[in-house]
């Protein structure tokens, strides 16, 4: 099992920027992030490997936000730059001990932290 804890949610206007932090009490091979507004499927934003950085990013997310890893203190952030309203969501970090690419579908991942607010307002 391995337990994660998200921290760093909040609120910004638009055009700000947040970032999120997700902490692992275990290995993982792949870490991501993924959101989820009320009514509507979860959405994968980024994810990367833990053992080669490879990412990957939603088209709707790329170039404003960032998915990084901290190995010392097992720690996977996503800084998230050029805020817009509809980024508005509850995010949630998730992690799997499997390997095989870098996925964003919910499917492949096996452990999922409780999720953290993010409010954008226009």
């Known amino acids: 099992q391995v337990q994660l804890v998200e921290s760093g949610g909040g609120s910004v206007q638009a055009g700000g920027s947040l970032t999120l932090s997700c902490a692992a009490d275990?290995?993982?091979?792949?870490m991501a992030w993924f959101r989820q507004v009320p009514g509507k499927e979860r959405e994968g934003v980024a994810a990367?490997?833990?053992?080669?950085?490879?990412?990957t990013y939603a088209a709707s997310v790329k170039g404003r936000f960032t998915i990084a890893q901290d190995n010392a203190k097992k720690t996977v952030s996503l800084q998230m730059n050029s805020l817009k309203p509809e980024d508005t969501a509850m995010y949630y970090c998730a992690a799997r001990r499997t390997l095989g690419g870098v996925p964003l579908t919910p499917r492949h991942y096996d452990y999922w932290g409780q999720g953290t607010q993010v409010t954008v307002s226009s």
């Open positions: 990367i490997s833990t053992g080669n950085n490879i990412t």
């Open positions: 275990g290995y993982t091979y792949r």
